[in-house]
């Protein structure tokens, strides 16, 4: 059994050694592992704690590749580079391309700029007009969720607490209790100063803003 999963039992008042309802089995844990699951991916995507490098071959002629991540997803990437040339790649988008060149599916070239297309796919433009360039991706990854206390848990070891009291408060969620549920969650949230009423600078508005220039530019 995972430290998570005796933190928990232990918060809800279950003997870790011999609990009554949540055995050590896939079906008596079920619950109590689908919420640490839960807490897992939340802490991931809130803190980009967990991450990983890919090594992409560019091949001419080819725009769109798969991201194939067996152990887990691709949240977002965080840095994208040419491994031959040192060069950093700007994000971009489609409508930007669109913007900048109606025809931008005819560019070839060294790649200068890339741009994901939900969780699995990554683009690059100018489209490699050649093989041999490798694509150096850092990306912040969502683990994939575990079942078996053989399986690994992705969660820093200062931040067990903080998933166990997330899945103890959606435990108490499930019997009704919202009471203990609310106060189990405000601890989970404490951990990343979601509670703090005046986080921001009073002038700050809270919004969904981009600066990115109109074109894909090269950037050292």
């Given at each position: 059994m995972h430290t998570v999963e005796t933190l928990v039992l232990e918060m809800i008042g279950e003997d870790p050694d011999s609990p009554d309802v949540f055995t050590d089995t896939l079906t008596g844990m079920a619950q109590i592992r689908d919420s640490i699951n839960d807490a897992i991916e939340e802490i991931a995507m809130l803190t980009g704690g967990y991450r990983e490098t890919y090594l992409l071959p560019l091949r001419a002629g080819r725009c769109f590749y798969r991201l194939d991540h067996s152990a887990g997803y691709v949240a977002w990437l965080s840095d994208v580079r040419l491994q031959s040339r040192n060069w950093r790649l700007e994000q971009t988008d489609?409508?930007?391309?669109?913007?900048?060149?109606?025809?931008?599916?005819?560019?070839?070239?060294?790649?200068?700029?890339?741009?994901?297309?939900?969780?699995?796919?990554?683009?690059?433009?100018?489209?490699?007009?050649?093989?041999?360039?490798?694509?150096?991706?850092?990306?912040?990854?969502?683990?994939?969720?575990?079942?078996?206390?053989?399986?690994?848990?992705?969660?820093?070891?200062?931040l067990e607490y903080a998933a166990a009291h997330f899945a103890v408060g959606e435990f108490y969620a499930s019997r009704g209790d919202a009471k203990s549920a609310?106060?189990?969650?405000?601890?989970?949230?404490?951990?990343?100063?979601?509670?703090?009423?005046?986080?921001?600078?009073a002038e700050y508005i809270a919004g969904l803003k981009t600066v990115k220039e109109p074109w894909p530019r090269i950037t050292g």
């Open positions: 489609l409508t930007r391309l669109r913007a900048y060149d109606p025809r931008w599916l005819y560019n070839n070239g060294d790649p200068r700029a890339y741009f994901p297309i939900g969780l699995d796919f990554i683009a690059f433009w100018p489209i490699p007009s050649a093989d041999g360039e490798v694509a150096e991706l850092n990306a912040v990854i969502v683990p994939a969720r575990y079942s078996e206390d053989t399986d690994r848990l992705f969660v820093r070891k200062n609310l106060d189990h969650h405000a601890r989970y949230a404490q951990v990343f100063g979601l509670d703090l009423p005046y986080s921001r600078a």
